[in-house]
């Protein structure tokens, strides 16, 4: 995970917004509270069309950077809305299912 100053720089290059450690650490809060909830709805039992992509993006871990998948799975749904089912990141090409 990153410091808060670190997100609080990202934040400021990103969206040139200067947060407070204490601004950050409430965004962090309210969003584990979100991811949990996102993470723990009921899927519907029938999708029409499902997609999977993947971004390779350079990340930092530890004190080396690689590429590492971030893959992403959507969906459209009966309704005519879309939805994302899953965002993972894995740190090496394979198999995933």
């Known amino acids: 995970g990153l ?8 934040f400021e ?4 917004k200067d947060y407070s ?3 950050i650490s409430c965004l962090i809060k309210e969003s584990k509270s979100d991811i949990h909830t996102w993470l723990n709805r009921r899927l519907d039992s029938h999708y029409l069309v499902v997609y999977f992509g993947a971004t ?4 930092r871990r530890d004190k080396s950077v690689s590429k590492e998948g ?3 799975l959507l969906c459209d749904k009966e ?3 879309r939805d994302v089912l899953s965002v993972v990141n894995h740190s ?3 198999v995933l299912l």
């Open 3 to 10: 410091a808060t100053e670190q997100v609080s720089s990202v």
């Open 13 to 16: 290059d990103v969206y040139d």
């Open 21 to 23: 450690k204490q601004q």
């Open 56 to 59: 390779f993006v350079h990340t």
């Open 70 to 72: 971030y893959y992403t």
């Open 79 to 81: 309704d005519g809305t």
């Open 92 to 94: 090496a090409e394979g």
